[in-house]
Each structure stands twice: as structure tokens, then as C-alpha cells.
């Protein structure tokens, strides 16, 4: 009986390990699109409405999804505590705290920080230049993110189930 | 000799099948070659075991 026990035990918590890692791919596709969402939504604010950037960048960062708020929420706490940061530091640090909650490569990160290195430095239409440059680029780090995520979701899945089972066959 | 070994050496070779053919597919040929290498070997530490005490029946039927 206990033995039976241990076997399930093991076997499911593989298998949970395996959706767990798989759930990560999804995310990183999610955050790309809703990226881009929020990158729209900053466009609006700097373009109609010429919010200033720490508080544009905490409307966004509530309108958005729970996803990418992390990126939006700490620049905008790092502009408003820290008075000497600049937009780009700011930025920065967004980028840290959002990729300890998402796995990001460092490409992903290159092309981040790269909108941020242009933020709050130029005049309106040099920002928006910048945002829209960013947008096109994060449309394509999405695709690439989707194709990965439709070749390692599933893979991801199997592999912890049939990890699982090696396991127990081998301890049985 | 029990059964039991048997089904476990085969129950091994389909799930290293399972391993071999998901990794290929997922284009990573060569975790899909070294998780091939790891069932064989581990199929092979078992069977091992089982030629050594044959080899022992055989040198204890001819006194040697």
C-alpha cells in the first residue's frame, strides 16, 4: 500500500513539475502581447494626454495586465522615490524585477533596455519613434516566443509525466 | 528468477523509446541520443547483475 502511495506521490509531483515548466512558455508569449498593449497605452499618454513619465508609467502599469505590471509599477516607484534616477535607470530597474518573475532571454532584455536607454530623453516625436520601434521589435520577439512555446509546451508535459514513471520503475 | 526484473528492463525500454522519440521531436537530437544512452546503461547495470550469478551457476556446475 505504501509503496503504491510513494508511486503515485512521485509520479505526480513530476508531472507537476513538467506543467510547471510548460506553464512558463505560455507566460513569456503573454507577456510580449501584453507588452505591447501597455507600450500602445504609454504611446496615448505621451502622445494626447502628456502625462508625466512616473505617473504614465503607473497608470499603465495598473491598466495592464498582472503579467507586465511588475516592469510598469517599479519604474514608476523608482522615478517617484528616487529623485537624481533618471528614466532609463528607472527602466532598468523595471526590467530587473520583471525578470525575476519571468524567465527573459537576454535578447528580450537587449531589446528592453534599449527602449528604455531613449525614454524621457527626447522631444514627443523622438519618444514615439522610439515606442513604435520597440512595439515592431517586441511583435517579433513574440512570434519567435510563440513558435517555442508551441514546440516546448508539449514537450515540457510528456517529459515530467515520463520522468515520473522512469522513477518509479526504477525504485519499485 | 523473478518475473518481476523482466517487466521492469522492458517497462525501461518503452519509456526510454517515449524519451528518445518526444526530444527528437522537439529538435534537441542530442538529449534525445544521451537519454537513449542512460536507459541502455541502466537496462545494462541490471542485466549485469543477473550474467554475474549465471557466470557463477556455470563455474560451480563444472568445479571450476
Sequence with gaps: MAKILGALCILLGCTYGGVKISLFYKKRTELFRFLQNGLAMLETEINYTFTPLPLAFEKVGRQSNRICQTLFLQAARVLRSNKSATAGEAWQEGIAALSAEVPLTREECEVLALFGQGLGKTAKEEQLKNIELTRRQLYTVQKNAEEEQAKKQKMWQYLGFCLGAFLVLLLI | ?64
Excluded: P, R, W
Excluded at chain 2, 17 to 30: D, P, V
Excluded at chain 2, 35 to 53: K, P
Design chain 2, 1 to 64: 528468477m523473478n518475473i518481476e526484473l523482466i517487466f521492469q528492463i522492458a517497462g525501461i525500454g518503452i519509456l526510454t523509446a517515449i524519451f528518445h522519440t518526444i526530444l527528437k521531436q522537439a529538435g534537441k537530437e542530442e538529449y534525445s541520443f544521451i537519454a537513449t544512452l542512460a536507459g541502455v546503461s541502466i537496462a545494462l547495470m541490471m542485466v549485469i547483475q543477473l550474467l554475474a550469478e549465471l557466470l557463477d551457476q556455470v563455474q560451480g556446475v563444472f568445479f571450476l
